[in-house]
């Protein structure tokens, strides 16, 4: 079935410690992004990726890295984990154009302590 | 600054009983407004994409309609399973990503 996958679903990951949230999608889709949601916030922006080899930062970028070396993964990664980034990630991709709908995965659901 | 603001924050239906959601937004040069739905522990799924003022989407018991300022996510005799978190959402002006607002919880007791 075409769509996003993000692994894992959910971590409990001790703070300082290094983590690497996956994403892959299989729609060949250009544009990929990750949110990270929390309640009462909403959906935010962490890093975004218009094409493979291009990233840029997002709303809430601190604390978070990406890399696009290819059209299909996007992986999102915490170099020292705090347990201010206890939060849902979800990681979603579209064609590219702004006017098209973004697709999104299940989320990984991360407890830093 | 772009924004795109929800109302009400969580909203209780008896089954039957139909309503409207709200979505506000203050992005320039709108080039879509968009409806997701979000179950608990899953993915927003997108429903609707409107792009200009007075234009209507349908799908079973919801309908979205689109004005020059906000959008509306009415609900028409709605039944326990469309229960579930409205997220409505809008491509920043800079055309990078979508911009979300915090969402309507609904729930429909029967």
């Known amino acids: 079935i075409a769509g996003i996958t993000q692994a894992p679903t959910s971590q409990i990951l001790a703070a300082g410690r290094r983590m690497t949230l996956r994403c892959t999608q299989d729609?060949?889709?250009?544009?990929m992004y990750w949110y990270r949601q929390d309640l009462g916030l909403g959906l935010r922006l962490i890093h975004y990726?218009?094409?493979?080899?291009?990233?840029g930062k997002g709303e809430v970028p601190d604390g978070y890295s990406v890399s696009r070396a290819n059209t299909d993964d996007f992986p999102l990664t915490l170099a020292s984990a705090v347990p201010s980034q206890t939060s849902v990630y979800f990681c979603?991709?579209?064609?590219?154009?702004?006017?098209?709908?973004?697709?999104f995965g299940q989320g990984t659901r991360l407890t830093v302590v | 600054e772009d924004q795109v603001t929800q109302s009400p924050e969580a909203l209780r239906l008896q089954e039957g009983e139909s309503s409207s959601l709200n979505c506000s937004y203050t992005v320039s040069g709108l080039r879509g407004l968009f409806w997701y739905r979000q179950d608990p522990g899953k993915g927003p799924e997108f429903l609707f994409t409107?792009?200009?003022a007075g234009e209507e989407k349908e799908k079973e018991r919801l309908k979205a309609t689109l004005t020059k300022k906000e959008s509306f996510l009415h609900i028409t005799a709605p039944k326990p399973e469309d229960s579930a978190t409205y997220l409505c959402?809008?491509?920043?002006?800079?055309?990078?990503?979508?911009?979300f607002g915090k969402g309507t919880t609904l729930s429909v007791s029967s």
């Open positions: 729609m060949r889709h250009n544009a």
């Open positions: 959402a809008a491509p920043n002006q800079a055309g990078t990503a979508l911009i």
């Open positions: 990726s218009n094409t493979a080899g291009t990233t």
């Open positions: 409107l792009y200009s």
């Open positions: 979603a991709s579209k064609v590219g154009t702004s006017n098209t709908e973004a697709f």
